[in-house]
């Protein structure tokens, strides 16, 4: 019978008790010990659950306290200079300094880069290296993590970021060679491996996910001489593992690397398998990740057994294991608990849990067992109807959707003309000041949420509520001086989940976290259906805000391209269409705001680049429809309307085309944690509409100086013209203090002030 695995399971916990103690011991209610304890528990909890759903083999290491590609760097003392008095101090702070800042103690820190993990959801920690760089291990998790799986009677395979994939997905302070630093990493890697060989470990999983990228020969040549070094040292079977698409022309070296095992993806690429079982040699193990790791809709039997039988035929059952695709961190961790969904529609999903009971059906089946089949062909009977169900197709949406002509991605003229008539409605001053849009979500705001939808404070109640706290934040932005203020979002649970609600084709969980970084957590809408908007979905709320002031008010929105990237999509429509009828419903709430009064509107699109293909020949098709999606959105609206958008750690160098094919009228994007050195692609390219690079890094505590802001302004002035420059923030306020964003903002807008007097002091 096939082995049943998979390669990782999400961190955060049912109830997201991670999450809880994270920020109890950032905020200093707790101590490290009882972080650790609750670290420990949700392994310990987490192992056990899998291997119950039917494991054979159970990861470890896979386990983190913020981020996984962190803690390699932790591991193997790739920490920067600046963070190790810290990590003299306190190794956890240091840890921590690395992932948030750090500014206490006499320690002024910022936080490393933080960027996509491949075209997922998730943040990764970007580690910093340079020429001459020392590794060598440091610290015992990965062996500690074995022992403990080990203690409860776990057959358990240890997890590692591989050597090639660690460097490549790094950057190099000083513009050096990163793959140069290999020989350096390779004795510290063999050394660990060593370890994990006496302590019992008879696999070990090196993830080496750049294998689905474009690779230079130069990468492919560090892949050989890596795998060939760790193969001569004293070390555990290894699994390669690759995901999130097809190996392609990496295939060949991937396959001959001498590794024991190799893992592929065959939800996203099923159609290599043929060739992978050709290249693959006679002594390999093929790990099949045959059930989809970053969605939640069950699988298809139809196309997975064939897929199985094939792979059976060919190398029999010892050499073939079952897995995910991926690892399981992108989808939430129990179906179960989810009691409140339609029966129907629950039926057809499978979150971490019973992706894993599905793969031991599959392998029963294999092995003949009766009750095994029936089971699977009722699967595919259930999915079969539910392409029939009531709102699955909606005529009027596909209809409307059809007729849909290319004068629906046109504004009515050119960014010049419109930036004349912004210019005479609006009239703000040079360099104006504005924030992203969210305003921080207080506990008593998210209380008040959850009694009024329990039904425990009634609607009228709720409502005062909420325009008391928006007129609060409207008087907080005038008192401090903004020039464009936001109404502050606190009806708003999250920028994705709140539009979901109130659009026909979506369902909500209720206990369906998925992490995005360390402690941040975000609960995927389900798009099952077409979709639709019934009825405006914030126009009253930007209304009432903008007749508490005279001050232009803008309107907040998500966009298309976001909304499906950040949502479980369904899987029986291509993705460009679930995103053009999106687009659409967006299209009709732009209108309603124009029509009522507010003359910016904000559609964010963090999520354009985190949608690209990840092998660059696809990427024209994809950037095709996405700016067509965000067109049709913003289409149609008076020359005087400004457009908005903003996008959050993203590369821009590759894509700076498509990002000015949006012909938005302003773009505000991330630099605080590169330093304003994301503008240099807007500056090569001659952007030509506004741009608001972030000038302080919401995701840290950290609050920056007024000088250090005007330093940053000043490097954006260095590429930009003043006419262009917007002041803010570099994302929304709504996981941070009031006391920090007050503090912050006043720095930020007395850095506008002093550098509007310094360029108006400026002869001519």
Same mark, same amino acid.
């Given at each position: &019978?096939?082995? $049943?695995?998979?390669?990782?399971?999400?961190?955060?916990?049912?109830?997201?008790?991670?999450?809880?103690?994270?920020?109890?011991?950032?905020?200093?209610?707790?101590?490290?010990?009882?972080?650790?304890?609750?670290?420990?528990?949700?392994?310990?909890?987490?192992?056990?659950? !899998?291997?119950?759903?039917?494991?054979?083999?159970?990861?470890?290491?896979?386990?983190?306290?913020?981020?996984?590609?962190?803690?390699?760097?932790?591991?193997?003392? !790739?920490?920067?200079?600046?963070?190790?008095?810290?990590?003299?101090?306190?190794?956890?702070?240091?840890?921590?300094?690395m992932?948030?800042g750090?500014?206490?103690?006499?320690?002024?820190?910022?936080?490393?880069?933080?960027?996509?993990?491949?075209?997922? /959801?998730?943040?990764?920690?970007?580690?910093?290296?340079?020429?001459?760089?020392?590794?060598?291990?440091?610290?015992?998790?990965?062996?500690?993590?074995?022992?403990?799986?080990?203690?409860?009677g776990?057959?358990?395979?240890?997890?590692?970021?591989?050597?090639?994939?660690?460097?490549?997905?790094?950057?190099?302070?000083?513009?050096?060679?990163?793959?140069?630093?290999?020989?350096?990493?390779?004795?510290?890697?063999?050394?660990?491996?060593?370890q994990?060989?006496?302590?019992?470990?008879?696999?070990?999983?090196?993830?080496?996910?750049?294998?689905?990228?474009?690779?230079?020969?130069?990468?492919?040549?560090?892949?050989?001489?890596?795998?060939?070094?760790?193969?001569?040292?004293?070390?555990?079977?290894?699994?390669?593992?690759?995901?999130?698409?097809?190996?392609?022309?990496?295939?060949?070296?991937?396959?001959?690397?001498?590794? *024991?095992?190799?893992?592929?993806?065959?939800?996203?690429?099923?159609?290599?398998?043929?060739?992978?079982?050709?290249?693959?040699?006679? *002594?390999? %193990?093929?790990?099949?990740?045959?059930?989809?790791?970053? /969605? %939640?809709?069950?699988?298809?039997?139809?196309?997975?057994?064939?897929?199985?039988?094939?792979?059976?035929?060919?190398?029999?059952?010892?050499?073939?294991?079952?897995?995910p695709?991926?690892?399981?961190?992108?989808?939430?961790?129990d179906?179960?608990?989810?009691?409140?969904?339609?029966?129907?529609?629950?039926? #057809?999903?499978?979150?971490?849990?019973?992706?894993?009971?599905?793969?031991?059906?599959?392998a029963?089946?294999?092995?003949?067992?009766?009750?095994?089949?029936?089971?699977?062909?009722?699967?595919?009977?259930?999915?079969?109807?539910?392409?029939?169900?009531?709102? $699955?197709?909606v005529?009027?949406?596909?209809? +409307?959707?059809?007729?849909?002509?290319?004068?629906?991605?046109?504004?009515? #003229?050119?960014?010049?003309?419109?930036?004349?008539?912004?210019?005479?409605?609006?009239?703000?001053?040079?360099?104006?000041?504005? =924030?992203?849009?969210?305003?921080?979500?207080? @506990?008593?705001?998210?209380?008040a949420? !959850?009694?009024?939808?329990?039904?425990k404070?009634?609607?009228e109640?709720?409502?005062?509520?909420? +325009?008391?706290?928006?007129?609060?934040?409207?008087?907080?932005?005038?008192?401090?001086?903004?020039?464009?203020?936001?109404?502050?979002?606190?009806?708003? /649970?999250?920028m994705?989940?709140?539009?979901?609600?109130?659009?026909?084709?979506?369902?909500?969980? +209720?206990?369906?976290?998925?992490?995005?970084?360390?402690?941040?957590?975000?609960?995927?809408?389900?798009?099952?259906?077409?979709?639709?908007?019934?009825?405006?979905?914030?126009?009253?709320? #930007?209304?009432?805000?903008?007749?508490?002031?005279?001050?232009?008010?803008?309107?907040?929105?998500?966009?298309?391209?976001?909304?499906?990237?950040?949502?479980?999509?369904?899987?029986?429509?291509?993705?460009?269409?679930?995103?053009?009828? %999106?687009?659409? !419903?967006?299209?009709?709430? $732009?209108?309603?705001?124009?029509?009522?009064?507010?003359?910016?509107?904000?559609?964010?699109?963090?999520?354009?680049?985190?949608?690209?293909?990840?092998?660059?020949? @696809?990427?024209?098709?994809?950037?095709?429809w996405?700016?067509?999606?965000?067109?049709?959105?913003?289409?149609?609206?008076?020359d005087?309307?400004q %457009?908005?958008?903003? &996008?959050?750690?993203?590369?821009?160098?590759?894509?700076?085309?498509?990002?000015?094919?949006?012909?938005?009228?302003?773009?505000?994007?991330? =630099?605080?944690?590169?330093?304003?050195?994301?503008?240099d692609?807007?500056?090569?390219?001659?952007?030509?509409?506004?741009?608001?690079?972030?000038?302080?890094?919401?995701? #840290?505590?950290?609050?920056?100086?007024?000088?250090?802001?005007?330093?940053?302004?000043?490097?954006?002035? @260095?590429v930009?013209?003043?006419?262009?420059?917007?002041?803010?923030?570099?994302?929304?306020?709504?996981?941070?203090?009031?006391?920090?964003?007050?503090?912050?903002?006043?720095?930020?807008?007395?850095g506008?002030?002093?550098?509007?007097?310094?360029l108006?002091?400026?002869?001519?």
């Amino acid at each position: &019978m096939p082995l $049943v695995t998979h390669s990782g399971f999400p961190r955060i916990g049912l109830k997201r008790e991670l999450k809880r103690a994270l920020e109890a011991h950032w905020r200093g209610g707790t101590d490290a010990r009882a972080l650790k304890d609750t670290a420990r528990t949700l392994r310990l909890s987490h192992w056990q659950l !899998a291997h119950a759903a039917g494991a054979d083999v159970v990861p470890c290491n896979d386990f983190s306290l913020y981020d996984h590609v962190l803690d390699t760097a932790v591991l193997f003392d !790739a920490i920067p200079e600046r963070y190790r008095l810290v990590f003299a101090e306190n190794a956890l702070d240091g840890y921590f300094a690395m992932a948030r800042g750090h500014k206490r103690g006499g320690h002024d820190l910022h936080a490393l880069e933080m960027t996509k993990w491949f075209d997922t /959801n998730y943040h990764y920690l970007v580690p910093e290296l340079q020429a001459g760089q020392r590794f060598a291990l440091n610290g015992d998790k990965p062996l500690a993590e074995f022992r403990e799986a080990r203690s409860l009677g776990l057959h358990a395979r240890p997890v590692l970021l591989g050597p090639v994939s660690f460097l490549l997905l790094s950057k190099t302070v000083d513009g050096s060679d990163r793959l140069a630093l290999l020989d350096a990493l390779l004795p510290p890697y063999a050394d660990l491996l060593g370890q994990l060989a006496d302590a019992g470990a008879d696999w070990v999983q090196l993830d080496e996910p750049c294998l689905v990228l474009d690779l230079e020969d130069v990468d492919r040549a560090a892949y050989r001489h890596a795998y060939a070094t760790l193969a001569a040292a004293r070390t555990p079977r290894l699994l390669l593992a690759s995901y999130f698409g097809a190996l392609g022309d990496n295939l060949a070296m991937a396959a001959a690397l001498p590794a *024991d095992g190799l893992h592929v993806d065959l939800v996203r690429a099923p159609e290599q398998l043929d060739a992978v079982l050709d290249a693959l040699p006679a *002594d390999r %193990i093929l790990s099949a990740g045959v059930v989809d790791g970053r /969605n %939640i809709w069950r699988s298809h039997p139809g196309r997975v057994l064939p897929l199985l039988r094939k792979a059976r035929a060919r190398i029999g059952d010892e050499r073939l294991w079952l897995a995910p695709s991926c690892s399981l961190l992108h989808v939430p961790i129990d179906l179960e608990a989810e009691t409140g969904l339609d029966p129907q529609r629950r039926a #057809s999903m499978a979150f971490a849990r019973q992706k894993i009971e599905e793969l031991r059906v599959y392998a029963d089946a294999l092995a003949g067992q009766p009750e095994a089949d029936a089971a699977l062909a009722a699967q595919q009977g259930l999915l079969d109807a539910q392409a029939n169900a009531p709102g $699955v197709v909606v005529a009027g949406v596909r209809g +409307r959707l059809h007729a849909l002509g290319p004068q629906a991605c046109l504004r009515r #003229s050119a960014h010049a003309v419109r930036r004349a008539s912004q210019a005479e409605v609006l009239d703000l001053p040079p360099l104006p000041t504005t =924030t992203i849009g969210s305003f921080p979500q207080t @506990d008593d705001l998210r209380k008040a949420r !959850a009694a009024h939808r329990a039904g425990k404070l009634d609607d009228e109640a709720y409502e005062q509520r909420l +325009r008391a706290e928006i007129e609060r934040v409207v008087r907080f932005q005038e008192r401090l001086g903004l020039d464009v203020l936001v109404h502050g979002e606190p009806e708003r /649970n999250d920028m994705v989940e709140y539009f979901g609600e109130q659009l026909d084709g979506y369902l909500f969980t +209720r206990l369906g976290w998925v992490q995005s970084y360390g402690s941040r957590c975000v609960k995927p809408p389900v798009i099952w259906g077409d979709v639709a908007r019934p009825a405006p979905m914030t126009v009253r709320w #930007s209304r009432y805000a903008q007749s508490l002031t005279d001050k232009p008010m803008k309107g907040m929105l998500t966009g298309p391209v976001t909304m499906l990237q950040w949502s479980f999509v369904r899987d029986d429509l291509p993705r460009e269409t679930v995103c053009r009828q %999106i687009a659409l !419903a967006l299209r009709d709430e $732009v209108h309603d705001l124009e029509a009522a009064g507010i003359g910016l509107i904000q559609i964010d699109e963090p999520a354009l680049r985190e949608g690209l293909p990840l092998r660059r020949a @696809d990427w024209p098709g994809y950037l095709a429809w996405a700016v067509e999606c965000f067109r049709i959105a913003a289409g149609g609206v008076r020359d005087a309307t400004q %457009i908005h958008t903003h &996008m959050c750690y993203s590369e821009f160098n590759d894509i700076i085309e498509a990002v000015a094919a949006m012909d938005a009228d302003v773009i505000s994007i991330e =630099t605080s944690r590169s330093r304003m050195e994301l503008l240099d692609a807007f500056a090569r390219f001659r952007y030509p509409n506004g741009i608001g690079p972030g000038v302080y890094d919401i995701h #840290s505590p950290r609050v920056p100086g007024q000088e250090e802001i005007l330093d940053l302004l000043h490097k954006a002035l @260095d590429v930009l013209q003043p006419g262009q420059l917007w002041i803010n923030p570099d994302c929304g306020l709504k996981t941070r203090g009031w006391p920090e964003v007050e503090q912050a903002l006043r720095h930020m807008v007395d850095g506008a002030r002093q550098l509007r007097a310094e360029l108006e002091a400026i002869p001519g």
